[in-house]
């Protein structure tokens, strides 16, 4: 069943997260009936406030790593429920493992039960700190799968073995997709991820901090252009059975973002520059032939336009949370509970 269909009912689990928020409002849009699923471990509830009052929304409290049962027929879900910044998936490592492995489990038991369509959000992580370049879906990846950022990559490979021992079963149609780098408005701005770092130290006038030599590269796709990539591998007939990637290809060092974001913000910050992280991969773009080929599919937007789109964002999220925390307090007070 196809997003063609009227009145589909779609699972999206992690919905209330950036990525899924903005494909909870795209479904919507589309006149399906969406639940959302949602610990709020990394998601806020103020992503998907202005849909409590839509008729064809439900948002469900829960956690991916105990069985669901859903009360009603599910047509297609979509698994985005893990902590996807690093900062995020390594405040707890285990949960973070058990996110990808048992909750995509269940899910994957869930669509079964229900006849419904599956696609797994994995990611480019999975080809850790590449030796190809740019990185297509046949190659194997680079992953130091003891190392600090494997909860999230050994993980994210788990779950896609998952979903194709189900699809080859002939047990679920499930489907995955490999995001890469993407941005946009209702991202955390605590949430350690580049752009949201880079732009609310801009915004603030604070050192903007760079890990490593700055050189390293990595491929940014607008947010409402993933979205709409993964729509068209959750409804292209027949599965392809492979995985897709879905990114910009444009690739772009972290020296160029920053300076890219001091322009754009007019902030006269200075750039300050921090160990690497360990296995932080060096270069990151994906080929994305697969998906202009089998879904028509490739990003419109350019990384100056959607970061046009992003930092007024940031800076009324800011503005906002100020404002909020400086009610009853001294200037002192309210710099320092504005969130970072």
């Not at 030796?131 to 190392?147: A, K, L, M, S």
């Not at 491929?219 to 059975?241: E, H, I, K």
Request: with cysteine; net charge negative; aromatic share 6%.
């Amino acid at each position: 069943m196809t997003s063609l269909d009227s009145s589909m009912t779609i699972l999206v689990a992690g919905g209330a997260g950036f990525v899924g928020s903005h494909l909870c409002d795209a479904l919507l849009a589309k006149s399906h009936r969406v639940i959302c699923v949602d610990n709020f471990l990394t998601g806020s509830r103020s992503n998907v406030r202005p849909l409590d009052n839509n008729r064809n929304f439900r948002l469900i409290e829960a956690n991916i790593c105990n069985p669901l049962e859903i009360d009603e027929p599910i047509n297609q879900i979509y698994n985005l429920a893990c902590p996807a910044s690093p900062p995020s998936y390594q405040a707890d490592p285990v949960r973070t493992m058990m996110t990808s492995v048992v909750g995509t489990g269940n899910l994957l038991h869930l669509a079964e039960r229900h006849g419904a369509s599956f696609l797994q959000a994995s990611t480019s992580e999975v080809y850790g700190d590449p030796e190809q370049h740019p990185q297509r879906e046949d190659y194997w990846g680079h992953v130091n799968c003891t190392g600090p950022r494997a909860c999230y990559d050994e993980g994210k490979r788990a779950a896609e073995t998952l979903c194709f021992d189900m699809l080859r079963g002939g047990r679920v149609d499930a489907r995955v997709v490999r995001i890469f780098n993407t941005y946009g408005p209702r991202m955390s701005p605590d949430d350690g991820r580049i752009v949201s770092n880079l732009i609310v130290q801009a915004l603030r006038g604070e050192p903007l901090t760079i890990y490593g030599s700055g050189e390293q590269t990595r491929s940014f796709c607008y947010v409402s252009d993933l979205v709409t990539g993964l729509m068209a591998l959750m409804d292209v007939d027949p599965n392809p059975g492979v995985p897709v990637n879905i990114g910009n290809p444009g690739e772009f060092s972290i020296g160029e973002l920053a300076e890219m974001v001091l322009t754009m913000t007019g902030s006269a910050s200075p750039i300050v520059y921090r160990p690497l992280p360990v296995d932080d991969p060096q270069r990151r773009r994906p080929d994305i032939s697969r998906a202009r080929e089998l879904l028509g599919w490739e990003p419109t937007l350019a990384l100056a336009e959607g970061l046009s789109l992003t930092i007024p964002w940031f800076a009324q999220s800011i503005r906002s949370a100020t404002k909020k925390a400086g009610r009853g307090r001294t200037t002192s007070q309210v710099i320092a509970a504005a969130p970072l």
